[in-house]
């Protein structure tokens, strides 16, 4: 149940994020999502890091939604800061290229729909991340697409399979 409420706001606040970035959501109003998804996802991280019954693999867990967490947690504060985000940009590369070897780990083992759902995702996070990069540090005009694309998997990689989970139509 944690990953689909995790899901459904980290949906929301790509979604958010991708109409930010075409200019329908103002500066500092675009902080709160960040804030509160940023917020959530630590808190579940910590929850599986430091929880009953915490493990190898909830601990694996819970590193890799901290790279969610504190890329939500910096935009939000670049937007309140007025930083120029390249501090970010760095970190989404370093997300980027953490999130591929996930990508295929994750593909190589797939045996079901949800496996294979889940090892997409994270390759597709993965060019998401790397845009941000592309974006904030190397200043390439890709603002657009990169919108396009955070709206995109905000609704399949986020909100619309954390509904069926929280729903119990799938899990």
């Given at each position: 149940m944690?990953?689909?409420?995790?899901?459904f706001?980290?949906?929301?606040?790509?979604?958010?994020?991708?109409?930010?970035?075409?200019g329908r959501?103002?500066?500092?109003?675009?902080?709160?999502?960040?804030?509160?998804?940023?917020?959530?996802?630590?808190?579940?991280?910590?929850?599986?890091?430091?929880?009953?019954?915490?493990?190898?693999?909830?601990?694996?867990?819970?590193?890799?939604?901290?790279?969610?967490?504190?890329?939500?947690?910096?935009?939000?504060?670049?937007?309140l800061?007025?930083?120029?985000?390249?501090?970010?940009?760095?970190?989404?590369?370093?997300?980027?290229?953490?999130?591929?070897?996930?990508?295929?780990?994750?593909?190589?083992?797939?045996?079901?729909?949800?496996?294979?759902?889940?090892?997409?995702?994270?390759?597709?996070?993965?060019?998401?991340?790397?845009?941000?990069?592309?974006?904030?540090?190397?200043?390439?005009?890709?603002?657009?697409?990169?919108?396009?694309?955070?709206?995109?998997?905000?609704?399949?990689?986020?909100w619309?399979?954390?509904?069926?989970?929280?729903?119990?139509?799938?899990?």
């Amino acid at each position: 149940m944690l990953l689909g409420l995790s899901l459904f706001y980290v949906g929301a606040v790509l979604i958010l994020n991708g109409l930010w970035m075409l200019g329908r959501i103002g500066e500092r109003e675009i902080a709160v999502i960040n804030l509160f998804t940023g917020g959530l996802t630590l808190l579940v991280s910590l929850k599986l890091a430091l929880g009953e019954g915490a493990d190898a693999e909830s601990i694996k867990a819970a590193a890799l939604s901290l790279l969610f967490s504190l890329t939500y947690l910096w935009f939000a504060f670049n937007r309140l800061s007025a930083a120029d985000g390249r501090g970010l940009g760095w970190f989404s590369l370093f997300v980027a290229i953490t999130a591929v070897p996930v990508a295929i780990d994750t593909l190589s083992t797939a045996s079901t729909l949800w496996g294979w759902w889940s090892g997409l995702s994270w390759a597709a996070w993965a060019l998401l991340w790397l845009l941000f990069f592309v974006m904030l540090v190397l200043n390439k005009p890709v603002v657009r697409f990169t919108a396009a694309m955070a709206i995109a998997q905000g609704v399949f990689t986020g909100w619309l399979p954390g509904y069926l989970l929280l729903t119990g139509a799938i899990g």
